[in-house]
């Protein structure tokens, strides 16, 4: 299996700041994924970030609002941008990895994203 | 949207007893993936099953897919207070591009 750290696990962050999330692979992926969690909900994919091209943004997502890096293969960052309390939510990145002959997707612990 | 959805949203049973949960998806599908998530920490795979299954074991876990309904359960067995968590599944999409889609989830409460 893949695993994957995240930083930071949290933080509390004012309104109209800007925070950069930073994950990490242990091996070499292909595809990284970030999503946002919001409080009770299910998870909802931002973008799909590969290595050496352009995140493929969502329906709703914006490169303004959370530009994102792929420098290699194992590290990726999300930036959420001029925040708002709407983006408190968890952050998770994930990978696509195949383990025993399938393809899952792994996730990281997720960044907990307050803002006031 | 093309969330699944799933249900119950909320579950509390006690210890011993089984669980079940369902998960009904809207578009055709190559495999569909069970999750289970801590206290709103990161998701952990469970089970993953193939469009051309119909049933799949691991442990306490039994998983089930009909794709003429569209729809899965997952059933843990004889359940415990560590398995008190929200449960997510998720459907693969590859046509066009590779992507999940995540169903809105089934919180568990496990009562000692």
């Given at each position: 299996s893949a695993v994957i750290?995240?930083?930071?696990?949290?933080?509390?962050?004012?309104?109209?700041?800007?925070?950069?999330?930073?994950?990490?692979?242990?091996?070499?992926?292909?595809?990284?994924?970030?999503?946002?969690?919001?409080?009770?909900?299910?998870?909802?994919?931002?973008?799909?970030?590969?290595?050496?091209?352009?995140?493929?943004?969502?329906s709703g997502f914006v490169i303004d609002k959370f530009p994102i890096s792929r420098p290699n293969l194992t590290f990726s960052t999300l930036t959420v941008s001029n925040m708002s309390p709407e983006d408190s939510s968890i952050y998770l990145c994930s990978v696509k990895y195949r383990d025993r002959n399938q393809e899952t997707q792994y996730f990281g612990p997720g960044t907990r994203l307050l803002v006031l | 949207s093309q969330q699944g959805e799933e249900d119950p949203q909320a579950l509390s049973i006690q210890e011993g007893e089984n669980a079940t949960m369902n998960c009904?998806?809207?578009?055709?599908?190559n495999n569909l993936q069970?999750?289970?998530?801590?206290?709103?920490?990161?998701l952990v795979h469970l089970i993953l099953i193939?469009?051309?299954?119909?049933?799949?074991?691991s442990g306490r876990l039994r998983v089930?897919?009909?794709?003429?309904?569209?729809?899965s359960s997952l059933l843990i067995t004889a359940?415990?207070?560590?398995?008190t968590a929200s449960y997510f599944c998720a459907t693969v999409i590859t046509s066009g591009t590779y992507k999940y889609i995540f169903g809105t989830g089934t919180r568990l409460k496990v009562l000692a």
């Open positions: 750290s995240q930083k930071p696990s949290r933080d509390i962050c004012q309104r109209g700041t800007s925070l950069t999330i930073q994950c990490q692979v242990d091996s070499q992926v292909t595809m990284m994924f970030w999503y946002r969690q919001q409080p009770g909900q299910s998870l909802t994919l931002i973008a799909t970030a590969n290595q050496g091209s352009e995140a493929t943004y969502e | 009904s998806y809207k578009t055709s599908i069970w999750y289970r998530q801590n206290s709103g920490r990161g193939r469009s051309n299954e119909r049933e799949k074991h089930t897919l009909d794709t003429s309904k569209k729809s359940s415990r207070a560590a398995d």
